[in-house]
């Protein structure tokens, strides 16, 4: 199974950005970013189709939030800016090592396979 470790995060001002990074071991379909608040379900936040590089995003981080990816790295990046205090979250690192038909079912957990350990973003007003 692939394994997957996050970097980035923090604690910022609203109005302020924070970029995350997700190193994959190995090569995965899909690569996403899931969010959790206290009290919340997980949802989804962005997701990429690696190859050919379809990005999905969340409507409450379009325009704010933006997908990249580092093929030959294997890593992801999720560019966050104008940060809001309803971002804070604990935000993790998702992929699918099995493919899935592009489109919406980007934002359900359950399509994929492997998780990283979560890093918190904590956005103050």
């Known amino acids: 199974q692939v394994q997957l470790v996050e970097s980035g995060g923090g604690s910022v001002q609203a109005g302020g950005s924070l970029r995350l990074a997700c190193e994959a071991s190995?090569?995965?379909?899909?690569m996403a970013w899931f969010r959790q608040a206290p009290g919340k379900e997980r949802e989804g936040v962005a997701a990429i189709y690696t190859s050919p590089g379809n990005t999905y995003y969340a409507d409450s981080v379009k325009g704010r939030f933006t997908l990249s990816q580092d093929s030959r790295k294997r890593t992801l990046y999720l560019q966050m800016n104008s940060l809001k205090p309803e971002d804070t979250a604990m935000y993790y690192c998702?992929?699918?090592?099995?493919?899935?038909?592009?489109?919406?079912?980007?934002?359900?957990?359950?399509?994929?396979?492997?998780w990283g350990q979560g890093t918190q973003v904590t956005v103050s007003s």
């Open positions: 998702a992929a699918a090592e099995s493919w899935f038909r592009p489109g919406p079912s980007w934002s359900e957990d359950g399509k994929y396979n492997a």
């Open positions: 190995k090569y995965t379909y899909y």
